[in-house]
């Protein structure tokens, strides 16, 4: 079956959607799981001039988000979503690349770069988990701020908090959100290291 079919809504992505749209961060990573390698795999067979298809495959999670974050979005068939927003993503893009000239890194190339699929994915995995690992209050104004967009300022209200004080927690978030990284990415390096040894 071809993945621009949907077969029919799955009752685990309704839920996964409802839970998101009502606030679940979780429900986000489950959803990319999910549906990200099929989404890379389209993209991947449609023309993209010089656009990085991990690039595309970002930007279409991020614009679902707010889609459903802002009360629209798909309800119950996500894939048909996500391949539509493939080809809007990749059809945008191209118009713009058209009315830029190339830079001398562009007229270099000969064959377009190519990250390891394998790589991508266990990185988007190790971001999730890491995400996954902080405090609610630290997942909950970095999504605010760094995925919906919202000012410190605009969003202290409803957390509680003043302008200043929501700008440290955001601060103080996003630091553990890269320590958490890191810290997840060790992990496997340290197993590795181990096995080397025991070998």
Known sequence: MSDA?????????????????????????DLYRRHAPVVRRFALSRP?????????????FLR??????????????????????VRRVLGE????????????????????RQRDHQFVQAEGELLARAF?????????VLWRTEVEGHQPASIADQLGLTPNA??????????????????????????AARCLRRA
């Open 5 to 29: 079919v949907e077969a029919g809504p799955s009752p685990d992505d309704r839920a996964l959607l409802e839970r998101l749209r009502a606030g679940d961060d979780l429900a986000y990573g």
């Open 48 to 60: 993209r001039p010089g656009i990085d298809v991990d690039d595309v495959v970002a930007e279409v």
């Open 64 to 85: 679902t988000l707010r889609a459903v974050r802002t009360g629209h979005g798909p309800r119950e068939t996500i894939r048909t979503y996500l391949l539509t927003a």
């Open 93 to 112: 893009w191209s118009a713009a690349r058209r009315d830029e000239p190339m830079n001398a890194d562009e007229l270099g190339e000969h064959a377009p």
């Open 132 to 140: 996954d690992r902080l405090p609610a209050r630290w997942r909950e």
């Open 166 to 191: 929501t700008a440290v927690l955001a601060h103080r978030a996003r630091r553990g959100l890269r320590e958490a990284y890191q810290q997840a990415s060790e992990l496997p390096v340290r197993r």
